[in-house]
Nanobody
Framework: QVQLVESGGGLVQAGDSLRLSCVASARTFSIYAMGWVRQAPGKEREFVAAIVWSGRDTYYEDSVKGRFTISRDIAMNTVYLRMNSLKPEDTAVYYC?????????????????????WGRGTQVTVSS
């Protein structure tokens, strides 16, 4: 069973940057893709970004393209989400997720229900 632990959230002002980290442990060899999904109060979970664990394919939700960057360090079993030019509408709990099944297109992982394991989340609050 894959375990995921997020860190790096916090309270920032609009325009600031944050880097979220997610450390994976246990059976990491079974991971095919990793993603970040966020949930704002009163809203459903929303896909943010995904990356193929052993490759370099990435995919982003339209509202974060050009501002957020997902990356991974296989040696450290860690996936990152660098968030620049943060906006108040980015405020949410950010979850790290791992998918075990492989698909031809990384766009497959743009739906929250495509992931098998989840972290507990880290809060990001952006003030205006």
């Amino acid at each position: 069973q894959v375990q995921l632990v997020e860190s790096g959230g916090g309270l920032v002002q609009a325009g600031d940057s944050l880097r979220l980290s997610c450390v994976a442990s246990a059976r990491t060899f079974s991971i095919y893709a990793m993603g970040w999904v966020r949930q704002a109060p009163g809203k459903e979970r929303e896909f943010v970004a995904a990356i193929v664990w052993s490759g370099r394919d990435t995919y982003y939700e339209d509202s974060v393209k050009g501002r957020f960057t997902i990356s991974r360090d296989i040696a450290m079993n860690t996936v990152y989400l660098r968030m620049n030019s943060l906006k108040p509408e980015d405020t949410a709990v950010y979850y790290c997720a791992a998918a075990l099944s492989s698909r031809f297109s990384i766009t497959y992982y743009s739906l929250a229900n495509r992931y098998d394991y989840w972290g507990r989340g880290t809060q990001v609050t952006v003030s205006s």
